[in-house]
T-cell receptor
Framework: GENVEQHPSTLSVQEGDSAVIKCTYS??????FPWYKQELGKRPQLIID?????GEKKDQRIAVTLNKTAKHFSLHITETQPEDSAVYFC??????????FGAGTRLAVHP | NAGVTQTPKFQVLKTGQSMTLQCAQD?????MSWYRQDPGMGLRLIHY???????DQGEVPNGYNVSRSTTEDFPLRLLSAAPSQTSVYFC?????????????FGSGTQLSVL
């Protein structure tokens, strides 16, 4: 089955710096790649997603890039703010919304 | 719209007890699913449903049963609770199963099995 690896597990940055989280996957048939943000004690919420026919997608300070050949995709957060502090999960699906999640990255943004 | 509603928020069980985690959505979503979240392991899919009367297994289905008698409700049953089932459980739904898209999560149920 699909295997998703996410790195790093923890990330600490200064406010205003950029943060990058990378995920690799194993199934070349996977075609949907969302990122979810989970604040402490809260539910996961979708922040951005990308499909296999697109190489990059941007939404304000957040961007996702996909390299299907290498089977990896990354989340980029620019000009980080303290409210970006949370756990971020990548996920992969090959259909039926059956998401396989990475283990998560705990991002801490220090003022 | 209440979105996805889960009850209870917290539950403590003894080994061997049974219980049902409730999940309801009021968005007329076709697709509903259950995930468990354990530290350092992300979220793992337990069971999912693409419509009333249709369910299937996810990554970690053992020890759990589901049914979907209506579009709105998707309960998760633990038949004989074990300490390994201590976890946070999330119900999630989306409008359609035909296209991968945004999942709406409930607020979660924190379950402890002693």
């Amino acid at each position: 089955g699909e295997n998703v690896e996410q790195h790093p597990s923890t990330l600490s940055v200064q406010e205003g710096d950029s943060a990058v989280i990378k995920c690799t996957y194993s199934d070349s048939a996977s075609n949907y790649f969302p990122w979810y943000k989970q604040e402490l004690g809260k539910r996961p919420q979708l922040i951005i997603d990308i499909r296999s026919n697109v190489g990059e997608k941007k939404d304000q300070r957040i961007a996702v890039t996909l390299n299907k050949t290498a089977k990896h995709f990354s989340l980029h957060i620019t000009e980080t703010q303290p409210e970006d502090s949370a756990v971020y999960f990548c996920a992969v699906s090959g259909g039926y919304n059956k998401l396989i999640f990475g283990a998560g990255t705990r991002l801490a943004v220090h003022p | 719209n209440a979105g996805v509603t889960q009850t209870p928020k917290f539950q403590v069980l003894k080994t061997g007890q049974s219980m049902t985690l409730q999940c309801a959505q009021d968005m007329n979503h076709e697709y509903m699913s259950w995930y468990r979240q354990d530290p350092g392991m992300g979220l793992r899919l337990i069971h999912y449903s693409v419509g009333a009367g249709i369910t299937d297994q996810g990554e970690v289905p053992n020890g759990y049963n589901v049914s979907r008698s209506t579009t709105e409700d998707f309960p998760l049953r633990l038949l004989s609770a074990a300490p390994s089932q201590t976890s946070v459980y999330f119900c999630a739904s989306s409008y359609s199963w035909r296209r991968d898209e945004k999942l709406f999560f409930g607020s979660g149920t924190q379950l402890s099995v002693l």
